[in-house]
Nanobody, 118 residues
Framework: QVRLVESGGALVQPGGSLRLSCEAS????????MAWYRQLPGKQRGLVAR???????TYEGSAKGRFTVSKDDAKNTMYLQMNTLKPDDTAVYYC????????????WGQGTQVTVSS
């Protein structure tokens, strides 16, 4: 099971940008997909964006058009570029990895706090 470490969370003003990083302790090229989730206080964790092994991407809800997920297999790192941030984007953002091997367990990071406020 790979270990995932998120970074890049911060306090940012509305309209600003942030880039989150998720560094894996092992190869991410063996992952079926990787994804970013976020959890608002008192809410369930929800999917933000997903990137498949072939680099294709999907986005949920308000992330479309504002967020971009990418990965660098050579650096074993996934990114989330977030633009035009809104107060509703305030949440803890988590990195998730789903291995290709069916019997292998999923991995989750510890989360990074993003706060959008003036």
């Amino acid at each position: 099971q790979v270990r995932l470490v998120e970074s890049g969370g911060a306090l940012v003003q509305p309209g600003g940008s942030l880039r989150l990083s998720c560094e894996a302790s092992g190869s991410i090229s063996s992952m079926s997909y990787m994804a970013w989730y976020r959890q608002l206080p008192g809410k369930q964790r929800g999917l933000v964006a997903r990137i498949l092994a072939d680099g294709s991407t999907t986005y949920e809800g308000s992330a479309k058009g504002r967020f971009t997920v990418s990965k660098d297999d050579a650096k074993n790192t996934m990114y989330l570029q977030m633009n035009t941030l809104k107060p509703d984007d305030t949440a803890v953002y988590y990195c998730h990895a789903r291995p290709t091997l069916i019997t292998a367990p999923d991995s989750w990071g510890q989360g990074t706090q993003v706060t959008v406020s003036s």
